[in-house]
């Protein structure tokens, strides 16, 4: 099972998602992508589907979240760090443990200061994103009339994601007219915090979550290559199971960096994968459709999904706009209930049997790193501002940068009547009732 991190890194920006594959041979391919939420944005390699014929596209509707990052809370550095410390003061580390001890120090001065920070590899990804964006919608971003609009929240990090891409933007374009901003007062929409029905189902998502995280958590064979007495790891106090998760945490997020140190090796392949097994439950629970929390948590994002509808309701009625986009900048807590509540291909299934969900429901395919919805509109190539029929508009929507299957009359797939998807979405979004 053991692969060099620099193979596995090579992995992770050049091999595609293959939703033909389940979940246990992607992961036996790359077993970085066990990492959920800290996984390394993939690089597409899928064609897209030419504009149909008679049409050109001439708007994007966007939310992304930013790239890799460092981790966000000290004690997830440190507590590994330190339960390594003590074990090797009192004499118990073996070969191994010492040599991943080393590793942690080796890494750990690096963090001082940047937490939660937007990491090397995370600005990499955007500067990827954004001049692909420009590749594979010129129309969308040429002409001197071209504009973009670019709002972020708060968050440093998504910040300097939202400048990666429009930098990439920029250059394509010089005479893009381009506007950014970042302020609380976008808050509402661009990373909601739970409230109402959702804030209420999502307290039943810890008691089901703890029951598969100790199911899918087996410490044992860690610990014993780790230290070299049973007796100071296999009992109450050491907690070896927090240990096990503390550890592949910051194992999964090493790939965040450039210089990241390789851990993946002392665990194997079926311990990576249970690890994941019990995340994918645990975030499906809480941003999902899930029939164990009501099926409310995705509706988190309904201010977000009526944004962008009412954004290009502003836009295709507009006597003036040619062509542009509205890029939104936020967090993966956003994109994936956003996914489902689009119900982007199968990411608003309901699973009644939650050790069976990877067979329907797959995290890292909805929220690596740098993950990204973007919905394309088309019109017909003679249409003109101000002049724009609604039921002659065209959209896609990709994830990720792959096409995906709207929830809809998929027989002209990729490519969805705008006013269908629309009223679908209007009629969820006003059928769901907040109390």
């Not at 897209?48 to 890799?68: I, W």
């Not at 129309?139 to 400048?163: H, N, P, Q, W, Y």
């Amino acid at each position: 099972m053991k692969k060099t991190f620099a193979f596995a890194l090579l992995c992770a920006s050049s091999i595609a998602i293959s939703f033909a594959q389940t979940a246990r041979e992607e992961i036996h391919e790359n077993i970085l992508r066990t990492a959920s939420n800290h996984m390394a944005y993939l690089v597409p390699t899928e064609k897209l589907t030419p504009a149909p014929k008679g049409y050109v596209p001439f708007y994007m509707d966007h939310y992304g979240r930013h790239g890799s990052r460092w981790l966000i809370n000290e004690n997830e550095y440190r507590d590994p760090l330190n339960t390594l410390r003590r074990a090797k003061e009192e004499g118990v580390l073996t070969t191994l443990g010492q040599e991943v001890l080393e590793k942690l120090e080796r890494f750990y001065p690096s963090t001082r200061d940047r937490l939660g920070d937007l990491s090397d590899i995370g600005e990499i990804q955007h500067h990827g994103i954004g001049k692909r964006m420009t590749q594979n919608f010129p129309e969308i971003f040429s002409g001197k009339t071209a504009e973009v609009d670019a709002r972020s929240t708060v968050v440093i990090r998504c910040i300097l994601s939202m400048v990666a891409e429009c930098e990439e933007i920029t250059a394509f374009n010089p005479n893009l007219k381009i506007h950014n901003d970042v302020s609380e007062k976008f808050q509402w929409y661009l990373n909601h915090s739970w409230d109402g029905k959702v804030s209420e189902s999502g307290r039943k998502r810890g008691k089901i979550a703890d029951h598969y995280r100790a199911k899918y958590t087996h410490p044992e064979r860690l610990c014993r290559s780790l230290f070299t007495q049973e007796s100071y790891w296999n009992n109450h106090e050491f907690r070896a199971g927090s240990f096990m998760r503390s550890l592949f945490n910051v194992t999964t997020n090493m790939q965040s960096h450039s210089f990241g140190e390789d851990l993946y090796y002392i665990f194997t392949e079926e311990e990576a994968y249970d690890q994941w097994r019990w995340k994918n439950i645990d975030w499906y629970l809480g941003y999902a459709h899930a029939p164990q929390t009501d099926g409310n948590m995705a509706f988190n994002q309904r201010f977000l999904l009526r944004n962008m509808i009412e954004t290009a309701d502003t836009v295709f009625a507009s006597k003036t706009y040619t062509n542009g986009a509205s890029l939104r900048f936020g967090h993966e807590v956003c994109v994936m209930p956003l996914a489902c509540l689009m119900e982007l291909d199968s990411c608003g299934v309901r699973v009644d049997d939650l050790d069976h969900l990877e067979d329907y429901w797959v995290n890292y395919r909805i929220y690596p790193m740098g993950c990204n919805i973007q919905m394309v509109f088309y019109r017909p190539k003679n249409a003109k501002p101000g002049s724009l029929n609604p039921d002659d508009i065209l959209v896609k929507v990709l994830l990720n940068e792959k096409e995906t299957t709207l929830p809809i009359d998929r027989s002209q797939h990729p490519y969805y009547k705008w006013t269908e998807l629309r009223k679908f979405y209007l009629n969820k979004l006003d059928n769901y009732k907040n109390d």
